[in-house]
C-alpha cells in the first residue's frame, strides 16, 4: 500500500470552528494510525474575505489542539501559476474551451431553465466555437455528456452521479484565477495527496473534480465524507448550539484533549468507549468505524468530558493550560511544583479550568478577602481559643505532612471535645475566607506552615478586632 498522504485546507475567511476542527482531527487521526504524511494547505483564493489575522488564528488553534502538520502550510494564492498551468494543459487536449458568454445571457439561461422545471446548467454555447484565450472570456471544463461518474466513498458508500445532470463549470475565471474545483484538484495531484476526508457537504463538488482527475490522467484519490455535525434540533449547528470557534473553548476553560475526544466520538466510534487519551486515539482510529449519521453537538456531553479530563490529566501538563487563566486575573503563576499541588487540590472538583483558577485564587492572594457570610457564621468569639490552640499546636510540627497534620488535628479535637467538622469550617474561613474549599489538610499542605499560621492568626485579629467593637464604650 501507498503511504497514505491526506490533508486539511481551511480557507483562512474567519476562526476555526468545531466543523473545520473535527475534519482536521479526523484526517490527523487517520494519517498517524496508517504512518503517513498530514498537509496542511491555507485555501486563501477569496482574496476580498482572506485575511493575515485569519491564517494566524488558524495556526493558533491547530497549534493548542496539538495538530501538528508534517509538510506545508501550502497557500492557494502563491500557486497562481501552477494552476494556469493545469488550465492550459485541459485546453490543449480539448478537454476545456474558453466561454464569452456574458454574465446577464448566463442569468437569463439560468432564470429559463429553472421555469421549465430543469437545473441551472450551462447550455454549452461555446463549447464548439473554439474561441481563442481574450480578455473576459472564462474557461470551462468540458463535462463528458453521457454515462455516469461514480464516487466509490469509504464512508458512504457508492454514489453514482449521471452526466447528464452536470455542466461544463468553469475552471478559470475571466481575471485568470482558478476556481475552488480546480484549485483543489491541481493542489491534491501536485502534493501526491491519495486521501481525501471532507465534510459531506462536498459531496456534490466530487463528480466534477473526479472528472478533472480523469481529464489529467491523474489517480483519484480514495474518497470519504464525514457526516455533518448537528444543533440539538437537527438543523445545522451554528453559534446559538456551541459552534464558537476552537480558541473560544480554550478561553472557557477546556482542555484540548477533551475537545478532541469530544469532537471524534461525533461520527466515530469504538465500542462503548467514552474517554479517550490522543494515543488511544491514534492506536484506535480506522475509517471503518467512522459512521453515516450526523453527529449532535452536546455542550453539556463536552463539559463533562472536560470534568474528566482534568481529574486525570498531569499536573504539570494541566499546569501549562491553566497559567494563562491565571495571568489574566494578575496572578504570576508560573510552572513548579507549587501550582502542581495546587492543581491536585482541585482537579477533582472543577469542570473546567475557569473554575479551577477561580478555586485557586485563595492560594496566592497575599491578603485573604473573607466572605461576609462566612466570617459571621465562623469568625466569632467562640472560635477564637480554637484557633489559638490550633496556631500553637502547628508550632510545633517541623514537616507538614497529611499525618503530621491530622496528629494535630485529633489532639486539638481531644483537647476541645469538638468533631472536626466543627474545628474546619473556621479554620477553612480563616485560610481561604470561603465555606467550600478543598480539604483543611490539603490547603494547609499546599500553604505551608508559616503561611498557615499567619493566615490562623489574621483570623484570630480579625475576631479580636470584632470583640473589640462590640463591647460597650
Known sequence: ???????FPPSPTGYLHIGGARTALFNWLYTRN???KFVLRIEDTDAERSTQESVDAIFEALEWLGIDWDEGPYFQSKRYNIYSEYVSRLIDSGKAYYCKCKPDRLEAMRKEAMASGGKPKYDGTCRDKGFLKEDGAVVRFRAPEKGTTLLEDVIKGNIEFNNSELDDFIVQRSNGSPTYNLAVVVDDITMNINTVLRGDDHVN????????YNALKSPVPVF???PMVLGSDKSRLSKRHG????????DMGYLPDALLNYLVRLGWSFGDQEFFTIDELIEKFTLKNVGRSAGIFNPEKLLALNAEHIKVANPGKLAK???????KREINATEGQQIENIINTLNVRSKTLLEMAEGSLFYYNETVLFEE???KKFLKASALDLLIALAAHLEQIDDFTEENLE???KNLMAETGLKLGKIAQPVRVALTGKTVSPGIFEIIEVLGKEVTISRINKAINFIQDKIAKEQPS
Open 34 to 36: 496508517m504512518k503517513g
Open 243 to 250: 459552534a464558537m470557534s476552537v480558541t473560544a473553548y480554550r
Open 224 to 226: 470519504g465524507h464525514l
Open 205 to 212: 463538488n466530487t463528480p466534477k473534480q473526479i472528472q478533472l
Open 407 to 409: 496528629t494535630a488535628f
Open 321 to 327: 493550560h491553566l497559567i494563562p487563566h491565571l495571568h
Open 1 to 7: 500500500m501507498d503511504k497514505i498522504i491526506t490533508r
Open 373 to 375: 457570610k462566612a466570617a
